[in-house]
């Protein structure tokens, strides 16, 4: 079995982030403005915001034109494609997963004496985390 990032997936999971980031800068940039005593537009602030999203959005659509991520299983194991990245392992190596509490949330895939496999939760959409969630879960109980 395959679960592979689609290439809109691929584009909402980076904006997802991209979003994020920015809400630090825009919560950021509205305290400063508050408190300080220069009068600045706040609509031509957030302006220059939008326009730096749709910038970034359409960046991360063209440079990445393929899909990044992709996770195969195996009878022995899975392999996890990240961009050029391949690693492969076995399910006796396996140890579970965790899924972040804080936004941006994150999958790590728990890996015996090896550094864990960390991707954000909206990299796959939700039918695809049902099926890697399932088929993990059935490896990881054996």
Known sequence: MEIIQSRRQ???????????DFGWFILFSLIFLTFTTEQIDIWH???ITLCLTVFTTLYLWFVYP??????VFTANGFEYHDYQLKRQIAWSDFDGYKISKFPNYQITLKIKNQDNIVFGYQVFSAKQRQQLFSALDFHHQK
């Open 10 to 20: 691929n584009i909402l999971s980076r904006f997802s982030q991209m979003l994020l």
């Open 66 to 71: 393929e899909p990044s991520k992709k996770i």
């Open 45 to 47: 602030s957030l302006t």
